[in-house]
Each structure stands twice: as C-alpha cells, then as structure tokens.
C-alpha cells in the first residue's frame, strides 16, 4: 500500500480547491465550507491509497459543490444572495488581503445568467471552461455520459457568452459611470445615449423578486420619472469595480447598482431595490 499523503501535500492543493469551489458557488465562505468537507472527507480515506490526490480532491469538492447547488435550487436560493452578503462596497482601492479575497470571485451579472442554469450545466461549464477538467470525470460526478456533459456544458457557454464583462483600465471604467451619474443628475439624455449601449443588459432585484430589461430605453425612462432633489448618490466601489448607492437625505438605503463598463460605455447594470437585500450590504460608514 501506498504511503498515505501528508497534511501538507492537501494544503498545496487548497488554493486551486478553494478557487473552483469559488467559481462553482459563487461565495468564498460556501467555498470554504466544500473544501472543509472534502479535508474532513480525505481525512477518513488518509490510510487508503490515492494514486492522483489532486484529481481525487478534484471529484470530491466537484460531488460536495453540486450537492449545494442542488440544494440551493431545491430551496429557490439564488448566488446573488451570497454574493451580497460578501460584497466589499468603499470608497478606496481595495487593499491586498480584499483583492485576494475576491480574486476568484464572479460578479453579479455572471452570477444571475449562472443561477438560470440547471447544476449540471453550471458544474460542467465551470470545471471544463475555467478549470480545464476533463468531461469524462465530469461526468462520473454529475452521474452521466461523457457526451452528455459536454451538452451540459455547450448549453451553459451558449447563455454565458452573452453575460456583459468589463474590459479597459479601472479608471478609465469608473469615469465612464461617473460621467453617467453626471449626465442623469442633470437630464442630460443626449450624454446619456452616448454612455449607454444599446443593447445595455439591466438585471432588476426588486422585493417583488428578479426581473432583466435589455437596451438603453429602459435605463432612460427610470431616470425621467426620478427625482434627483429626493434622493443622494454616493459613489462607491463594489468589491472594486465601480458602483452606486442611493440614499434619501436622512441617509436610509434605497437602492444600489453595480455597473459593468466595456470598450468606454456601460453595458450592464446590477440594480438591487430589496430592502432584505440592502439590509444586508455592508457599506463604509459615512
């Protein structure tokens, strides 16, 4: 038999463990827990022989992360609900040990276009596209053929592909959502038509559930019925890429957005109006 692995050889492993348990879930401290459990899991199975420990570790976070998302669904929880309760919203840079945090950390939007896959999809896409798992042990996870999870994960790429992403320099990003909230505070709309895209995606989180609006008609519309005398907008940065809160006066939350910014225009936005939801976002103090 062969020697058992040390505890230190299952620590070279966490980092990449804990990265797709990440990715997969959607929430850093979910993905702490599945790599906890595949530990205590490696620990039971430490005397046995495990000829590959890295593709052994691989199967078992895979089997203990679809479980979750399998639960999840069966609970109607969506991603966005951990992703706000372990959003960094400031007003500064963030620092080191925050960038670490979040690295592996998608953001809303591709979280929303991931919580309308069934696990499956999700599991393959995740493990193949970004992990460069092979199908066949996706497979023996997920409990199909090989053909199958390839389907699996041709469906998921063919929704995901759409999902807005930034690109460009953080700043050149942040001014381009700073020039937006110029131009609405002042209903300057032909300014506005040159900052959002047409096909602009804007995903809705109201108390009355989630909703998704396309094109820049939409996003001018709100701002026509709005009034900027009511409200405050604070600029902030969402777990470091550029956002908004709206505040009243006396400083209660009313809404928050996270912008995605792309070849110098805004090309989605991630708004959340739920109290719940609010509630639960820490924000710097004022």
């Given at each position: ?22 990715r ?52 109607g ?50 493990l ?45 990003r ?12 002042n ?55 550029p ?25 989605g ?18």
């Amino acid at each position: 038999m062969a020697e058992s692995p040390s505890i230190s050889e299952f620590e070279a492993h966490r980092p990449r463990l804990t990265a797709l348990a990440t990715r997969v879930l959607g929430s850093h401290s979910d993905a702490e827990d599945a790599v906890q459990e595949a530990w205590l899991r490696w620990e039971r199975h430490s005397s046995e022989s495990i000829d590959n420990l890295g593709g052994w570790l691989t199967r078992v976070v895979g089997r203990i992360c679809l479980d979750m998302l399998r639960r999840r669904t069966a609970r109607g929880e969506s991603s966005l609900d951990a992703w706000v309760d372990e959003a960094i919203v400031n007003e500064d840079e963030l620092t080191p040990e925050q960038s670490a945090t979040l690295s592996d950390l998608l953001g809303p939007a591709m979280l929303i276009v991931l919580d309308s896959l069934c696990p499956e999809e999700r599991f393959a896409f995740v493990l193949h596209d970004m992990f460069s798992v092979p199908f066949a042990e996706i497979a023996a996870v997920i409990g199909s053929s090989e053909a199958a999870a390839k389907m699996a994960a041709s469906r998921a790429r063919r929704k995901v592909k759409d999902a807005p992403s930034p690109s460009g320099e953080l700043a050149q990003r942040r001014a381009v959502v700073d020039a937006f909230l110029t131009a609405a505070r002042n209903s300057d709309f032909d300014a506005l038509l040159h900052i959002l895209d047409p096909s602009l995606t804007w995903h809705r989180t109201t108390a009355r559930g989630h909703m998704v609006q396309m094109g820049a008609n939409e996003v001018l519309t709100a701002i026509r019925r709005g009034d900027p005398d009511r409200i405050e907008i604070r600029k902030v940065n969402v777990n470091g890429e550029p956002g908004l809160l709206v505040l009243t006066p006396s400083g209660r939350r009313l809404g928050f957005m996270a912008c995605t910014v792309a070849d110098g225009r805004m090309v989605g936005i991630v708004s959340i109006t739920s109290r719940k939801q609010l509630e639960r976002l820490r924000l710097p103090r004022q």
